[in-house]
């Protein structure tokens, strides 16, 4: 699986940014998916996922209530929207896949990542 992820750039504090990332391959709805984020200095953060069939998510509680994973397996791209976003959530921005029926927390669980796409938020 090769992973493309877009959509980062530089908005407001409070301002709202939605996250893509495509997916080749056909086997894209066998794999969970998840976005984490690394902000300079800082080790790599698990932010959200999503099961293989998009029943379940899960997000840390930093962003609990302001972003939303979401995919498309027909379109082999999973999405985050991120609303009210905040200065520390400024990061780069991976999306990485697991063949896990579940997603999960540590990045070490994930055999594919994207190449990242930075977040800037101005206070």
């Known amino acids: 699986v090769q992973l493309q992820a877009s959509g980062g750039g530089l908005v407001q504090a409070g301002g709202s940014l939605r996250l893509s990332c495509a997916a080749s391959?056909?086997?894209?709805?066998?794999?969970?998916l998840a976005w984490f984020r690394q902000a300079p200095g800082k080790d790599r953060e698990f932010v959200a996922a999503i099961s293989w069939s998009g029943s379940m998510t899960y997000y840390a509680d930093s962003v609990k209530g302001r972003f939303t994973i979401s995919r498309d397996n027909a379109k082999n791209t999973v999405y985050m929207q991120m609303n009210s976003l905040k200065p520390e959530d400024m990061a780069v921005y991976y999306c990485a896949a697991t063949p896990r029926s579940r997603g999960s927390q540590n990045p070490r669980e994930y055999d594919y990542w994207g190449q990242g796409t930075l977040v800037t938020v101005s206070s």
């Open positions: 391959g056909r086997t894209f709805s066998s794999y969970s």
